[in-house]
């Protein structure tokens, strides 16, 4: 089955604890994405990757890093976080000739 | 940066009724979708449609690219179809950009 995976899927955590957030995706898909989404300002992206070892900063990159070191994973990595990155995260992916992202189900991330 | 701009902003409909929702944009675009926010907050791919008319069964879009909207029609609409509607355009940086979205709620 074709699909986009993340894990965890819900995280409490503690300000300042390095955090990991996995997304793969089984399609061969080039490229790939990581969005929030809060409350009044909708789904914002933060990283995108348009293949291995290419990525660029989305809207809003500041306090995440991300890595594409093979083509069907693409980590989100969160150094030291704080309460104001507490949301719901999702990770997306697409082929480059369908253009139609595909999305991960979703984590929901608390900084407390 | 380009602009999208979703109405309405909500929407309640008694099950069986037909709607249209609209998505405008600030530039032109060589990439629009459409997705659906169930209830659980999964996001599903509706239509990607940066030009033209598609239909999936009670769903249908039209993007007219020279005007810069596109709509989403849902015809005989059931309690399912409930959750957010989103478009999204890419913009000239490969970034895409969502609208704020229309919530709709399907009442039995």
């Known amino acids: 089955e074709a699909q986009v995976t993340q894990n965890p899927r819900y995280l409490i955590t503690v300000t300042g604890k390095k955090l990991t957030v996995t997304c793969s995706q089984n399609m061969n898909h080039e490229y790939m994405s990581w969005y929030r989404q809060d409350p009044g300002l909708g789904l914002r992206q933060i990283y995108y990757s348009m293949n291995v070892e290419v990525t660029d900063k989305g809207d809003v990159p500041e306090g995440y890093k991300v890595s594409r070191k093979e083509k069907r994973n693409f980590p989100l990595i969160l150094e030291s976080p704080s309460p104001n990155q507490t949301s719901l995260y999702f990770c997306a992916s697409s082929a480059f000739d369908r253009d139609e992202q595909y999305f991960g189900p979703g984590t929901r991330l608390t900084v407390t | 940066g380009i602009q999208v701009e979703q109405s309405p902003p909500d929407l309640i409909l008694q099950e069986g009724a037909n709607s249209t929702l609209r998505c405008n944009f600030s530039?032109?675009?060589?990439?629009l979708q459409w997705f659906h926010q169930n209830p659980w907050g999964q996001l599903i791919n509706l239509f990607y449609?940066?030009?033209g008319t598609k239909q999936n069964g009670r769903l249908s879009a039209t993007t007219v690219a020279t005007e810069r909207y596109s709509l989403l029609y849902i015809s005989s609409s059931q309690t399912t179809d409930s959750g957010v509607y989103f478009c999204a355009v890419e913009d000239e940086g490969n970034k895409l950009v969502f609208g704020a979205g229309t919530i709709l709620r399907v009442k039995s």
């Open positions: 530039d032109s675009v060589n990439n």
């Open positions: 449609i940066p030009s």
